[in-house]
């Protein structure tokens, strides 16, 4: 079983193809993945909000989907720790309180100002924007990495896309430093 535990924030998940992405790289066992149903129920809500067309029906499979693929990722018997976390946004103290209860090394989020180094580090925890933490993998485990990206490009079939269109899609999540590793190895994925 992989060290490294991290817990996806709810902002890493809403976006489809980061959240493929993310998902991926779990299955690698490279590192472990984990989440709350809070966190579920963050990005669910602001998926259908802002998308009127995706329905309940549809996240809540792609939500199950998760469950069952990624092992043991749900977080539970974090609930007590929030009261006593302080963040600059309080709405966010569930994603640190479920990352110390599952001892996690990092909260991979692209709202790293709602995670401050001084809020976290007395848990030994680290707040990591999603480009760095996949380019980091990519240091720690290209081959891992590269596997989850071809099979997430493969995977893609309404429209397929061939490598550099995947990589431009991957571009446009803010993902600049892993595409730039990726486009290294392009004929890998």
Not at 34 to 60: A, L, Q, Y
Not at 73 to 92: A, F, W
Request: charged share 25%; aromatic share 6%; with cysteine.
């Amino acid at each position: 079983m992989a060290e490294l535990t991290v817990v996806y924030d709810a902002c890493v998940l809403y976006p489809a193809p980061l959240r493929s992405f993310l998902m991926y790289l779990a299955l690698t066992d490279v590192f472990r993945a984990r989440w709350t149903d809070t966190i579920h129920d963050e990005w669910m809500r602001n998926v259908m909000r802002d998308h009127p067309d995706i329905t309940r029906i549809k996240v809540e499979r792609i939500r199950n989907l998760m469950n069952a693929h990624v092992r043991d990722c749900l977080v539970t018997g974090y609930e007590e720790l929030i009261e006593g976390l302080t963040l600059p946004d309080p709405d966010d103290r569930h994603v640190l309180a479920a990352a110390i209860k599952v001892g996690a090394d990092l909260i991979v989020t692209a709202n790293l100002s709602d995670f401050p180094k001084l809020a976290l580090a007395p848990h030994g925890i680290e707040a990591q924007h999603p480009d760095d933490f996949v380019a980091n993998l990519l240091e720690f485990a290209p081959n891992a990495v590269h596997e989850a990206a071809k099979k997430q490009r493969e995977s893609l079939k309404n429209p397929p896309m061939s490598v550099n269109e995947y990589l431009e899609s991957l571009e446009r999540q803010r993902l600049s430093r892993t595409v730039a590793g990726l486009r290294q190895v392009a004929l890998l994925i």
